[in-house]
């Protein structure tokens, strides 16, 4: 089974409108991490929010946060007021195991910020 | 304070060469972790290097081998290079092994022909 699951290949979003950004993990351990990075055209990885498994408020980092649902084992991102600079592939990820050093990454969705 | 660095950019092999790709990590951090980004693709996790010994590896053939060294800094080594080895490797650090946040380097886009 995937260990990081997003549906949405492509998403359209209006610049100052929010979106929801789908993210389903799978795993049987009791403490894990789950993490949503932003990669634009240029290739490097950017860091975006983290949340972990015990933590029971929804994280959140200025315009983003997360959806943690985690009797669905769902990690949604939503994005606030989306500018144009958003527009990149977003990927969800997850670390499990001991030490955290399993690290799972989704297939990505790749969003763009209409003017 | 430099972040995680790469080299090279680019590079250009042909199947059945041997290449290596270098990774130096953010200033403080300990942990280094390889990536294998192909086109269209997330990143899969190669291995972690923590004091010099490999931590973890992924689902990766003995093909891909690393090094870590004294001064934290990492090898990534490919042998007999297939056309599907073609790919954004990325190297990310982390303050240490446990450390939940990663920071990645900017990556090296190796084509084999």
């Known amino acids: 089974a995937q260990k990081i699951t997003q549906t949405q290949p492509g998403m359209f979003v209006q610049e100052k409108e929010a979106v929801t950004l789908d993210c389903t993990y799978d795993?049987?351990?009791?403490?894990?991490?789950l993490f949503w990075y932003k990669q634009p055209s240029s290739g490097e990885m950017i860091f975006l929010i983290y949340?972990?498994?015990?933590?029971?408020q929804n994280a959140t980092e200025g315009r983003y946060s997360l959806n943690f649902q985690k009797a669905r084992k769902s990690a949604n991102l939503v994005i606030s007021a989306s500018q144009l600079g958003d527009s990149a592939m977003y990927f969800c990820?997850?670390?499990?195991?001991?030490?955290?050093?399993?690290?799972?990454f989704g297939s990505g969705t790749k969003l763009n910020v209409k003017p | 304070d430099a972040g995680v660095t790469q080299s090279p950019t680019h590079l250009i092999k042909t199947r059945g060469q041997q290449v290596t790709l270098r990774c130096s990590p953010k200033?403080?951090?300990?942990?280094v972790s390889w990536y294998q980004q192909a086109l269209g693709q997330g990143p899969q996790f190669i291995f972690q290097?923590?004091?010099?010994?490999?931590?973890q590896r992924g689902n990766f053939p003995d093909r891909f081998s690393g090094h870590q060294f004294p001064n934290y800094s990492s090898e990534l080594n490919v042998n007999a290079l297939l056309l599907g080895d073609s790919a954004l490797y990325l190297c990310?650090?982390?303050?240490?092994?446990?450390?939940?946040?990663?920071?990645f380097g900017p990556g090296t886009r190796l084509t084999v022909t």
């Open positions: 990310a650090s982390s303050f240490d092994e446990s450390s939940y946040e990663q920071y």
């Open positions: 795993t049987s351990d009791q403490s894990y991490g």
């Open positions: 949340q972990g498994s015990y933590d029971e």
């Open positions: 990820a997850m670390r499990e195991g001991v030490n955290f050093n399993k690290f799972y």
């Open positions: 200033s403080g951090h300990d942990t």
């Open positions: 290097y923590y004091e010099e010994e490999e931590r």
